[in-house]
């Protein structure tokens, strides 16, 4: 089975411009979550999805937004990039939207702002 | 849901059993305790999970008391390849994977 594929790997954006994640879930898992992971701040929790529907969001700035798709794949997107949004973002799918289903994370995409 | 406090770090030599323990004082009667690994540039990989007593697969134990305050990973006889950084993280089954916190996990450095 295919683990989890995050695109793009790296991405290298400029301040005020917007970007745009991928996510491919574990075929058969319908949960994908996303977390920021900055050295500072560690893996911060930014939304869930299931089903297409966001069922929990972290303490984010509305800048960030997600959805996913009827193929469970999904998407984040940052708007207006800050310095401060460069960090390893990760995706991670569940079989289930239980807390206690492991998580399979992808291995992130790195953004860097400038 | 709990909070978990584990050491900020920890060193082994090659070929030691290692034993990393994780507290969660307020852990509910429901809540699993899951562990994952991470290396540098990647995403956390489970590793094991368990409700109580002691969970054994191909890579590790974990043993969990009886009033399941704490809960410890084992990993036997490691090598260099398992120098990361290892979470412990409480979750209840409810549907709020919001509340799940990666803390500051242990970093373990294998030493030749």
């Known amino acids: 089975k295919a683990g989890v594929t995050q695109t793009p790997r790296y991405l290298i954006k400029t301040r005020g411009q917007q970007v745009t994640l991928s996510c491919s879930p574990i075929s058969g898992h319908r949960s994908v979550s996303w977390y920021q992971q900055t050295p500072g701040q560690g893996l911060q929790f930014l939304f869930e999805y299931f089903s297409e529907t966001q069922r929990n969001k972290g303490n984010f700035p509305g800048r960030f937004s997600g959805r996913q798709f009827s193929n469970s794949r999904s998407e984040m997107n940052v708007s207006t990039l800050e310095l401060g949004d460069s960090a390893l973002y990760l995706c991670?799918?569940?079989?289930?939207?239980?807390?206690?289903?492991?998580?399979?994370f992808g291995n992130g995409t790195r953004l860097t702002v400038t | 849901l709990a909070k978990t406090t584990q050491p900020i770090s920890m060193d082994s030599y090659e070929g030691q059993e290692v034993n990393i323990t994780c507290s969660h004082n307020n852990i509910a009667t429901n809540d699993y305790i899951t562990w994952y690994q991470q290396f540098p540039s990647q995403g956390p990989r489970f590793i094991i999970q368990?409700?109580?007593t002691k969970v054994t697969n191909e890579v590790a134990s974990l043993f969990i008391p009886a009033d399941r305050k704490s809960s410890t990973l084992s990993l036997p006889r490691v090598s260099l390849s398992d120098t990361a950084v290892y979470y412990c993280?409480?979750?209840?089954?409810?549907?709020?994977?919001?509340?799940?916190?990666f803390g500051q996990g242990t970093t373990l450095q294998v030493k030749p």
């Open positions: 993280l409480v979750g209840d089954g409810s549907s709020n994977t919001g509340k799940l916190i």
């Open positions: 368990g409700y109580k």
């Open positions: 991670a799918s569940s079989s289930q939207a239980q807390t206690n289903s492991p998580l399979h």
